[in-house]
Nanobody, 127 residues
């Protein structure tokens, strides 16, 4: 059974850092593209970062470019999202998503291009 489990969320002050983890099971991580999305209260879910199959390429939303870094460790079946210089507007529930196809090339920020989802982890940036 394919599963994605996020962890690492919490409360952090503005300017601080957090590292989120997405542990996957039931499939070979390297065969899947992985993305991080987030959803703030009252807003739609939005794509934050993406790593392609085989980790050939990475993509970032403009709002997080230069502050967030997505990486994967296939040996640990884990994808990370390192978040630095956090802002209050980064507050949201963060989700990881996986897909075995190349649909992410068309539009990685579209929810419909991702087949599998985790349950999410809350990130709150506040003083």
């Amino acid at each position: 059974q394919l599963q994605l489990v996020e962890s690492g969320g919490g409360l952090v002050q503005p300017g601080g850092s957090l590292r989120l983890s997405c542990v996957v099971s039931g499939f070979t991580l390297d065969d899947y593209a992985i993305a991080w999305f987030r959803q703030a209260p009252g807003k739609e879910r939005e794509g934050v970062a993406c790593t392609s199959r085989g980790a050939v390429a990475t993509f970032y939303a403009d709002l997080v470019q230069g502050r967030f870094d997505i990486s994967r460790d296939n040996a640990k079946n884990t994808v990370y999202l390192q978040m630095n210089s956090l802002k209050p507007e980064d507050t949201a529930v963060y989700y990881c998503a996986a897909d075995p196809t190349q649909r992410y090339i068309i539009g990685w920020r579209l929810e419909s291009n991702w087949q599998y989802w985790g349950q999410g982890t809350q990130v709150t940036v506040s003083s």
